[in-house]
């Protein structure tokens, strides 16, 4: 009796070993492979192609994991999960966050759940990811990766074939859809099996390790992330807010007020698209950058605010600058002097 083609759906995030394991699952195992990638909205990559944001030369970067299916002839399905749903899940982390703000643990069973409910409704048999056993300290430990999968309503359904040999069996192993002598051993953080692996492949090319792709990673972004969270009576964050974390320079002026300040053309304009709401605050006679005010700041904080939009443009030198504020409640202006350096508002600096 021929045996059934198992049908598998694998999480790709463009990586090398998301590359490696579609494979070794379609190629080797013999698979029917459905592949998709999760946009969370904290991904840097596709965050900034997304907005349009130009490397040196001029191009955006491409979605990495879109390349990565180009090589390996094989169409991935891009989906949003930036959803309220998955924002109040990093919000509000049942296993905490990571050395910053990244909450991998809950990040990862949320996918997997997602993940669980289109391999349910596509009918296949297992999903399967480039995850290598001990390569991550929050999220692929061996007791860790079995949380994560009861969690996500996966046990025995969810394959990391480059650490399946030194993982329990998966349903589809034990049922002879798939053979475990095909699958492999790989630990800990080195590189060198999966590039062997990749020349053994002869994959054309693949990207280099170069950290995280994750804005929840980042110390500085985090810090942006809780201060939102800290000045909340409740705990949640909204998909705009996430947009504008990853733009500008931010200063928390009060409890109820916050500046935010361009740093790049590009930036400036995504603060006037983000205008809606808040306060939209520009030199009126100098080139500069664009900033936002979200709160109701006092006339103090106005100044403050006038201030440091003067000092980062080109009439900081001037012994005052006009500063324009906008509103749907009409338009304001201040006359104020440039703060001299930076030192004189670092402390408002988040």
Not at 111 to 140: H, N
Not at 176 to 189: A, V
Not at 267 to 284: D, K, M, S
Not at 295 to 313: C, D, F, K, N, Q
């Amino acid at each position: 009796m021929t045996k059934r083609k198992a049908k598998a759906l694998g999480l790709i995030s463009g990586g090398l070993d998301s590359m490696l394991a579609l494979r070794i699952v379609r190629d080797v195992l013999g698979c029917e492979v459905r592949a998709v990638n999760f946009y969370t909205g904290f991904c840097i990559t596709e965050t900034q192609r997304r907005r349009g944001t130009t490397r040196a030369d001029g191009t955006v970067k491409p979605n990495e994991a879109l390349v990565a299916g180009a090589e390996l002839h094989t169409e991935v399905e891009l989906i949003d999960i930036s959803d309220k749903g998955y924002l109040d899940v990093i919000a509000n982390p049942k296993y905490g966050y990571g050395a910053n703000a990244n909450p991998c643990v809950d990040c990862r069973i949320d996918m997997f759940q997602r993940a669980r409910q289109l391999l349910d409704e596509w009918g296949g048999d297992f999903i399967f990811t480039g995850e290598v056993l001990g390569q991550r300290p929050k999220s692929q430990r061996r007791h860790t990766m079995a949380l994560i999968e009861k969690n996500a309503g996966l046990e025995g359904r969810l394959l990391r074939p480059l650490s399946a040999k030194l993982l329990p069996p998966t349903r589809a192993e034990e049922e002879g859809l798939i053979d475990r002598e095909k699958l492999l051993d790989f630990s800990g953080r080195g590189r060198k099996p999966q590039i062997a692996l990749a020349e053994e492949l002869r994959l054309g090319s693949f990207p280099q390790p170069a950290g995280g792709c994750c804005y929840l990673t980042d110390e500085t972004f985090a810090r942006k992330f809780f201060d939102i969270l800290d000045h909340r009576e409740e705990r949640r964050i909204e998909k705009e807010e996430i947009l504008l974390l990853a733009s500008g320079r931010h200063f928390r002026l009060s409890p109820r007020t916050k500046l935010i300040v361009g740093r790049t053309e590009g930036e400036n304009f995504q603060l006037e698209r983000h205008a809606e709401g808040r306060y939209l605050v520009a030199a009126r006679d100098h080139a500069g950058p664009v900033a936002l005010v979200e709160g109701e700041p006092t006339w103090e904080e106005m100044v403050l605010a006038s201030r440091i939009v003067a000092r980062y443009g080109k009439g900081k030198g001037e012994a005052e600058v006009l500063v324009e504020w906008k509103s749907e409640g009409g338009a304001d202006e201040l006359r104020v002097e440039p703060f001299l350096d930076d030192a004189a508002f670092e402390p408002f600096r988040i």
